[in-house]
């Protein structure tokens, strides 16, 4: 099949081949003239656009009767109507910068009329309930460490229950949640310094006669609470004063030491409820011996503190959901090993 060009050099030589009048490639002529001094005094891009120029236009007669008229249309004063035109006569550019500056004027103007958001705080409420209910967890017979994220966790599980005056779904916003979490974590530190301050005053005296009774020790730590002195809380504070009764312990381990003291307790105990109720009976009963004149009021076992109860029943719920959750944990690791190809013998020699 014969190309598309071969026949070029007949239709070249043909007597009767036409002579095309337009030129599909620029000449040479055309090609090498030189810009004259007004193609010399514009850009090379805007030379066949004069619109873009930012040489001031002719005003047309008709576009300032437009303008006047869409003026009069949107009843603004002389002074706007003046603007109108003198933008109608502006260049391209010049029109692109006024509307551009207009526009960030008119941002400024908006930032000042609307006030920016106020900045999230907790109602006077809530941060009155943080602070009393971190007594209840930390003078809790439930909790198993006093430090760390367990009691914080525990302590805003109550928050999400009762809320306080807190938004719906504060817990889903991040910074704001953030709030919430430091200002639990702060009513709790301060629930252990108050508990660590009631210790030192405790053991004051000289003699073990001179020092505090427990029951007074949980007197100072209920001061201005709602709580009731109980004998599972004096058995509790008779754990951490044995703790600090030791000079090693009393400095910034103290409350490290007396949850290393806890988990042992809970090692003891063995998870039974009766043997751990028989470990701290044992501390308390010590502590009346080594400490104080054994002269304090009777606290009868049975009496009941509904508060702190309440306050039980919310941790002890926690923990069974978290025991319940760590169960189904090691039961889908241990499908996972029984579903695992065993090892290559090779692999098994290497062990």
């Known amino acids: 099949m014969a190309g598309f060009l071969d026949d070029i050099d007949d239709a070249l030589n043909a007597n009767q081949s036409p002579i095309l009048t337009s030129n599909f490639l ?64 502006d260049t391209f550019h010049v029109q692109n910068i006024r509307i551009f500056s207009m526009l960030l004027a008119l941002n400024g103007n908006i930032d000042r009329l609307v006030p920016p958001p ?58 704001k949640w953030k709030k919430v979490k430091k200002e639990a974590g702060d009513a709790l530190t301060a629930v252990r310094r108050k508990i660590k301050i009631q210790l030192i005053a405790s053991l004051s005296g000289e003699k073990p006669e001179d020092h505090m009774d427990i029951y007074d020790v949980a007197a100072g730590c209920v001061k201005g609470t709602d709580y009731k002195i109980t004998v599972p809380l004096m058995a509790r504070l008779a754990l951490m004063r044995g703790v600090f009764s030791e000079k090693a312990n009393q400095g ?40 104080g004149t054994g002269a304090q009021p009777p606290v009868d076992e049975s009496d009941i503190d509904n508060l702190q109860e309440n306050i039980d029943q919310a941790i002890e719920e926690r923990n069974r959901r978290l025991a319940v959750r760590q169960g189904q944990a090691e039961d889908e690791e241990d499908e996972e090993e029984r579903d695992s190809p065993d090892p290559s013998p090779m692999l098994q020699n290497d062990r």
């Open 26 to 89: 620029p000449s040479a002529a055309s090609a090498t003239r030189k810009r004259t001094r007004t193609d010399a005094d514009l850009p090379m891009d805007e030379e066949q656009d004069p619109s873009t120029s930012n040489t001031p236009r002719a005003v047309n007669r008709n576009l300032v009767i437009t303008a006047q008229r869409i003026a009069e249309a949107y009843k603004l004063t002389p002074s706007q109507t003046a603007e109108v035109n003198a933008f109608a006569a």
């Open 252 to 291: 910034d381990k103290f409350w490290d030491q007396v949850d290393a003291s806890l988990v042992l307790v809970a090692q003891k105990g063995k998870g039974d409820a009766d043997r751990i109720s028989r470990l701290f009976k044992y501390f308390l009963d010590k502590d009346r011996k080594a400490h």
């Open 118 to 175: 106020a900045a999230f705080t907790l109602p006077p409420d809530c941060i009155a309930n943080i602070k009393s209910y971190a007594h209840g967890v930390i003078f809790s017979t439930k909790l198993a460490l006093y430090k760390g994220v367990i009691p914080t966790n525990h302590l805003l599980d109550i928050v999400k229950l009762y809320r306080w005056g807190l938004p719906d779904g504060v817990e889903n916003d991040t910074p």
